[in-house]
Protein backbone atom coordinates (compact mmCIF):
# COMPACT_ATOMS: atom_id res chain seq x y z
CA UNK A 1 0.00 0.00 0.00
CA UNK A 2 1.40 3.39 -0.66
CA UNK A 3 0.96 6.85 0.94
CA UNK A 4 -1.42 8.35 -1.38
CA UNK A 5 -3.82 5.84 -0.20
CA UNK A 6 -4.04 6.66 2.92
CA UNK A 7 -3.22 9.84 3.62
CA UNK A 8 -5.15 13.19 3.90
CA UNK A 9 -5.45 14.90 1.01
CA UNK A 10 -7.27 18.17 2.61
CA UNK A 11 -4.39 19.68 4.62
CA UNK A 12 -4.84 22.98 6.77
CA UNK A 13 -2.06 24.72 6.68
CA UNK A 14 -0.80 27.87 7.66
CA UNK A 15 2.26 30.31 6.58
CA UNK A 16 5.57 31.74 8.52
CA UNK A 17 3.53 35.03 8.68
CA UNK A 18 0.30 33.64 10.81
CA UNK A 19 0.26 34.13 14.30
CA UNK A 20 0.80 32.17 17.31
CA UNK A 21 -2.75 32.83 18.28
CA UNK A 22 -4.24 31.59 14.65
CA UNK A 23 -2.37 28.42 15.28
CA UNK A 24 -3.75 27.42 18.76
CA UNK A 25 -6.83 28.39 16.99
CA UNK A 26 -6.58 26.05 13.98
CA UNK A 27 -5.57 23.46 16.21
CA UNK A 28 -8.31 23.52 19.08
CA UNK A 29 -10.76 24.16 16.53
CA UNK A 30 -9.68 20.91 14.63
CA UNK A 31 -8.62 18.86 17.33
CA UNK A 32 -5.20 18.34 15.64
CA UNK A 33 -1.56 18.54 17.15
CA UNK A 34 0.51 20.12 14.13
CA UNK A 35 0.39 22.18 10.88
CA UNK A 36 2.34 22.29 8.06
CA UNK A 37 3.88 25.46 6.99
CA UNK A 38 4.02 26.58 3.57
CA UNK A 39 5.15 29.32 1.17
CA UNK A 40 3.06 31.16 -1.57
CA UNK A 41 3.98 28.50 -4.26
CA UNK A 42 2.40 25.61 -1.32
CA UNK A 43 5.89 24.14 -0.48
CA UNK A 44 6.66 22.74 2.40
CA UNK A 45 8.85 24.89 5.01
CA UNK A 46 8.69 23.57 8.32
CA UNK A 47 6.31 22.33 10.63
CA UNK A 48 4.46 23.87 13.59
CA UNK A 49 3.18 21.65 16.66
CA UNK A 50 1.60 21.63 20.06
CA UNK A 51 4.79 21.15 21.38
CA UNK A 52 6.36 24.41 19.55
CA UNK A 53 3.30 26.50 21.21
CA UNK A 54 4.10 25.66 24.66
CA UNK A 55 7.54 27.02 25.28
CA UNK A 56 5.65 30.14 26.33
CA UNK A 57 4.91 27.98 29.44
CA UNK A 58 8.42 26.79 29.70
CA UNK A 59 10.87 28.33 32.10
CA UNK A 60 13.85 29.59 30.58
CA UNK A 61 17.05 27.70 31.32
CA UNK A 62 20.26 29.87 32.12
CA UNK A 63 23.57 28.69 31.10
CA UNK A 64 26.24 27.42 34.26
CA UNK A 65 29.50 29.56 33.68
CA UNK A 66 32.46 30.50 35.53
CA UNK A 67 34.70 33.36 35.45
CA UNK A 68 38.66 33.05 35.06
CA UNK A 69 40.78 35.66 35.03
CA UNK A 70 37.97 37.76 33.17
CA UNK A 71 36.96 35.64 31.08
CA UNK A 72 33.59 33.79 31.02
CA UNK A 73 33.56 29.87 30.57
CA UNK A 74 30.44 28.23 29.60
CA UNK A 75 29.45 24.88 30.53
CA UNK A 76 26.47 24.45 28.65
CA UNK A 77 25.71 25.58 25.02
CA UNK A 78 24.34 29.88 25.95
CA UNK A 79 22.81 29.51 22.19
CA UNK A 80 20.50 27.30 23.41
CA UNK A 81 18.81 29.63 25.83
CA UNK A 82 18.87 32.38 22.64
CA UNK A 83 16.84 29.96 20.58
CA UNK A 84 14.69 29.07 24.20
CA UNK A 85 13.84 32.96 24.30
CA UNK A 86 13.10 33.30 21.06
CA UNK A 87 10.61 30.93 21.13
CA UNK A 88 9.16 31.99 24.17
CA UNK A 89 8.75 35.47 23.02
CA UNK A 90 7.36 34.75 19.60
CA UNK A 91 4.67 36.16 17.95
CA UNK A 92 4.38 34.91 14.53
CA UNK A 93 4.79 30.85 12.87
CA UNK A 94 8.49 31.89 11.67
CA UNK A 95 9.57 32.17 15.45
CA UNK A 96 8.57 29.17 16.84
CA UNK A 97 8.10 26.54 13.47
CA UNK A 98 11.05 23.21 13.43
CA UNK A 99 12.28 23.95 9.52
CA UNK A 100 14.14 19.99 9.81
CA UNK A 101 10.75 18.51 8.73
CA UNK A 102 10.61 14.78 7.81
CA UNK A 103 8.58 13.97 4.78
CA UNK A 104 7.53 11.37 2.21
CA UNK A 105 6.51 11.33 -1.57
CA UNK A 106 2.84 9.82 -2.43
CA UNK A 107 4.45 7.13 -3.97
CA UNK A 108 6.04 5.72 -0.97
CA UNK A 109 5.24 3.01 0.62
CA UNK A 110 3.31 3.03 4.25
CA UNK A 111 5.68 1.22 5.90
CA UNK A 112 8.02 4.27 5.20
CA UNK A 113 6.02 7.10 6.69
CA UNK A 114 5.53 4.61 9.82
CA UNK A 115 8.88 3.58 9.88
CA UNK A 116 9.88 7.82 9.79
CA UNK A 117 7.39 8.44 12.27
CA UNK A 118 8.57 5.82 15.01
CA UNK A 119 12.70 6.81 14.87
CA UNK A 120 12.04 10.38 14.36
CA UNK A 121 9.14 10.30 17.36
CA UNK A 122 6.83 12.34 15.42
CA UNK A 123 2.88 12.29 14.89
CA UNK A 124 2.70 13.56 11.13
CA UNK A 125 4.53 13.18 7.92
CA UNK A 126 3.52 15.51 5.58
CA UNK A 127 3.40 14.28 1.63
CA UNK A 128 5.35 15.85 -1.15
CA UNK A 129 6.09 15.88 -4.53
CA UNK A 130 9.78 15.89 -5.88
CA UNK A 131 9.67 20.00 -6.07
CA UNK A 132 8.61 20.14 -2.21
CA UNK A 133 5.28 21.04 -2.62
CA UNK A 134 2.66 19.72 -0.05
CA UNK A 135 0.06 17.47 -1.29
CA UNK A 136 -1.08 15.71 1.58
CA UNK A 137 -0.44 14.51 5.16
CA UNK A 138 0.10 11.25 7.07
CA UNK A 139 -1.07 10.36 10.56
CA UNK A 140 -0.75 7.70 12.94
CA UNK A 141 -4.42 7.55 12.97
CA UNK A 142 -4.07 7.21 9.16
CA UNK A 143 -1.91 4.26 9.53
CA UNK A 144 -3.71 2.50 12.06
CA UNK A 145 -6.84 2.80 10.13
CA UNK A 146 -5.44 1.48 7.25
CA UNK A 147 -4.69 -1.77 8.98
CA UNK A 148 -8.30 -2.41 9.90
Known amino acids: MQVKDIMTTEVITV ?56 GVIFFENPKQMGEDL ?27 AATIMVEKGINRVPVVTKDKTLVGIVSRQDIIRSMV
Open 86 to 112: QKMTAYKVSGIMTTEVFSVREDAAVED
Open 15 to 70: HKETTIKEVARLLIEHRISGLPVVDEEKRLIGVVTEGDLIYADKKLHAPAFTEILG
